[in-house]
């Protein structure tokens, strides 16, 4: 996307440097009363957790439960899954952190209550690749030109003090490098860098290590700024960006992927691998690091594995069948749980890869496990789906999860350049349902179910009507382009578009068709 395209295909840049509450926000309501009732709760703890943080004038959405405050491994992504009901929060957890960055280049980790901190880089959705969406989504050229020089310089700073072995690769001197709290990837390892000062790894523990998941969020990071690049009409910068994204790329996979246990791990300053199958898969692919035939092979040896990730309430933050699994299960884990971050950013990947119905299923068992519990919470047992009661409650990401998951299940989704029009008849979410979405052209999408089916209407005008279990895909302006099978069965369907025959179609799981 060059620069004439960016401004021709987003709304009006902003007049101001924090958008107000938009007047229309999605809309959601069903007859099922337990879905609406967790539905509307987690709107109420996002809501309460929109607070101004210290060092930053705007609200941001803070992490909520136990975290008073903002990181950036989180919480850029988080307000960007929130953007519909609050545009200026999700610019300003953006800004915030641009704002607060050092002279050398440096992101500050997190903005706490307490203090800004930079003795960490946590760093797991790049906040480059979600600046750019949210430039994108919104038309915000002063967000595009800070979110490219900030990221820009956070990148030399990478690798001018976590490329100290000279492979290119992003270094992990500490456990809340990765935010891994609690997990047997950093048994031993100190939490945080000597003095808070990122820049350097405390001596005997075979530091620094090679990180997979820290060296694809560097991958997606430089990918989204060969794009802003071209946006801004830095060709040159562009290419450039693209050259380094795809060196980082080759080494990841050259270096850190064990094919004999289809993972990937650590490798420590002795050149030993550290063991352990945890959810840096998850983060990696969340980068589209590997590509269609390795994913496949990952899904099938341990992803999509019921005795690895695969669990009644997917995706375990580390393998069930690892004999390092922490058990029990304690307080604010990665060595065992499944947690909500790692939900949230299922649609970064799963989508990416073809998994539509695989994660429709893990959608609905995390939205039925927050839904028995009401109080949004971090964790939940990867088998039983009990929610983990040690963690306080009113955490953000078991909201969002709550929240966005709705949607994609059963409701309308804005992506890039398409609408997506998810009809899940029969599904609790959509018991009579009705979505009204907002769309970024000032249009509203809106979807109004019966028991066979939904009508769709974009802007006022009927778009048409599916019957059977299935998603449309259509252009912004309604054009319709595809139709992906959802369903875990194949299903037959009744496509009634306005201005076209009726067609009957049997579709597949996974299944794509060109319309």
Known sequence: MNRRTFMATSVAALATPALAQPSIQPQYSTRNARWQAAYDKALAVLAANVQLVPRYSGPVLIEGADYAGIWMECGPHEALVYRKFRPDVA??????????????????????????????????????????????????????????????????????????????????????????????????????????????????FALPRLCPDLSATTYGARLALGEMARALGKGTEADLWAESADKIRRVILERLYVAEDAAFFDLDANDQFVRVRSDILSRVCGEHVVDQALFDELWARQIHNPQAFWTNYPMPSVALDDPQFVRPLPKNSWGGPSQALTALRAPRWMEHYGRAVEFSFMMTRWCEALAADMTFRQQLNPQTGAVMAEDLPNYSPAALVMMDFTWRLAGVVEARDTLHWNVRPGHAAAEEARFDLPTDAGAIATMAYDGKGAALTLAGKPLGRIEGMARLVTTKVGAPQALLGISEKTEKITLRLIGRPTRKLTIKPNERIAL
């Open 91 to 204: 610019r300003n957890a953006h800004m915030t952190f641009f704002e607060l960055q050092r002279m050398d280049g440096q992101l500050p980790c997190n903005n706490k209550v307490t203090e800004t901190g930079f003795g960490q880089i946590q760093m797991v959705v790049p906040i480059a690749a979600t600046a750019w969406e949210l430039a994108q989504a919104t038309g915000d050229e002063a967000l595009l030109h800070s979110a490219y020089t900030a990221c820009s310089a956070w990148d030399s700073w990478l690798l001018k003090y976590r490329n100290t072995r000279g492979t290119g690769l992003t270094e992990g001197f500490c456990t809340y490098d990765t935010g891994h709290d609690n997990s047997p990837r950093w048994t031993g390892i100190p939490p945080q860098c000597p003095n808070k000062d990122a820049k350097r790894y405390p001596e005997g």
